[in-house]
C-alpha cells in the first residue's frame, strides 16, 4: 500500500512540474508574439499624471504610456474610469492595463498585477493659506479633530489614509478630483488629503492662496497594473521601462510635467 502511494505521488509530482514547465514555456511563446492594439483605464483629472482638454488627454502617465504603445508598435487606446471603479474594469475586460498614478499596496495585488514602479510620491494635507485652523497645525495627527473637516475622493490611497488615520474627522468623500480642490476652494471643508505630486501642481496652480504639510506616510510607490493572469503585459511593460529610463526620455518626461 504504502509503495502504490509513494508511487502515485511520484507521478502527481512529475505531471505538476510538465504543467509548470508547459505554462513556462506557453509564457515565453506569448512574449515573442506581438501585440496589436491594447486598452489602458486611467483616471482624468490626476493632475499631472493624465487629464483630458479639447486638446485631447495629456500627463506623465498618458506620455508614458504612448511611448509603450511606440515600444510594442501597438494601437493606443485610452479610456476614463473613476478610481473607485477602475479595478473592477481591468479585471471585467474593459481595459488591459490601468496606469493611473496607482499605488501599490498588498490589498490591491490580491486582485491586481503590478508592474515595477514607476514613480514615488507622498501623501500631504493641502488647505488655503489663511485658515489658521490648519495652518498652525503642527503635526498631522492634529487633524484627527471632530472640529475639522477633511475632504478625499473615494477609492484612493488618501481615502483610506483618512479613514485610518482620521476617524474623529469630519470626512466628506468625491467623486471627481475637481470636486476635492472646489471643495477646499469654496471653504466647504478645511483641507483635502491628496498626492505629494498633486498638491505641488495645485500650489502652482493657485500661487499665494493654498499651502501643504506632509503626512507621515511619504514612501508611496505607482505602478502600471494588469490582470492577475497577464504576466506577459507587465513583463513587456518592465523591459519598456529600463529603456525608457536609460534613454533618458524617463526624465525628459518628468521634467515636462514636474518642473
Same mark, same amino acid.
Given at each position: ?14 505531471? +505538476?512540474?510538465?504543467l ?5 514555456q ?10 496589436a ?10 493632475i499631472?499624471?493624465? &487629464?483630458?482638454?479639447?486638446?485631447g488627454?495629456?500627463? $506623465? ?6 511611448d509603450?504603445?511606440?515600444y ?38 490580491? &486582485? ?7 514613480f514615488t &510620491? ?6 488655503k493659506k ?6 498652525e ?6 487633524l ?38 472646489n471643495?477646499?476652494?469654496?471653504? !466647504? ?6 498626492d505629494?505630486?498633486?498638491? %505641488? ?8 492662496? $493654498? ?9 508611496? +510607490?505607482?505602478? %502600471? ?6 504576466k506577459?503585459?507587465?513583463k ?5 521601462? !529600463?529603456?525608457w ?15
Open positions: 500500500m504504502a509503495k502504490k502511494l509513494l508511487k502515485l505521488a511520484s507521478c502527481l509530482l512529475f505531471l +505538476h512540474f510538465g509548470v514547465q508547459a505554462e513556462e506557453l509564457s515565453e511563446n506569448d512574449s515573442k508574439k506581438n501585440i492594439s491594447f486598452k489602458v483605464c486611467t483616471t482624468g483629472g490626476f499631472p499624471f493624465s &487629464s483630458y482638454s479639447n486638446g488627454w495629456e500627463g $506623465f502617465d498618458i506620455d508614458m504610456m504612448k509603450f504603445s511606440s510594442l508598435k501597438s494601437k493606443l487606446e485610452i479610456i476614463n474610469y473613476n478610481i473607485d471603479g477602475i479595478i473592477p474594469a481591468l479585471n471585467t475586460k474593459k481595459c488591459d492595463m490601468i496606469a493611473a498614478g496607482l499605488t501599490i499596496t498588498e490589498e490591491r495585488k490580491k &486582485s491586481i498585477l503590478f508592474s515595477d514602479p514607476y &510620491s507622498g501623501i500631504v494635507y493641502l488647505f489663511n485658515n489658521t485652523l490648519i495652518s497645525i503642527k503635526s498631522p495627527e492634529e484627527n479633530n471632530p472640529k475639522i473637516k477633511v475632504g478625499v475622493k473615494l477609492g484612493t490611497t488618501n481615502d483610506f489614509y483618512a479613514a485610518k488615520n482620521l476617524n474623529k474627522s469630519i470626512i466628506l468623500k468625491y467623486n471627481e478630483y475637481g470636486d476635492v480642490i471643495a477646499v476652494r469654496n471653504n !466647504k471643508v478645511d483641507t483635502i488629503i491628496i505629494l505630486s498633486y498638491g %505641488v501642481s495645485i500650489e502652482k496652480k493657485f500661487p499665494g492662496v $493654498f499651502d501643504y504639510k506632509n503626512t507621515d506616510s511619504n514612501n508611496e +510607490h505607482f505602478g %502600471v497594473a494588469s490582470r492577475i493572469n497577464d506577459v503585459l507587465i513587456k511593460f518592465n523591459e519598456f521601462l !529600463k529603456q529610463k536609460s534613454s533618458g526620455k524617463y526624465d525628459q518626461t518628468f521634467k515636462k510635467y514636474f518642473n
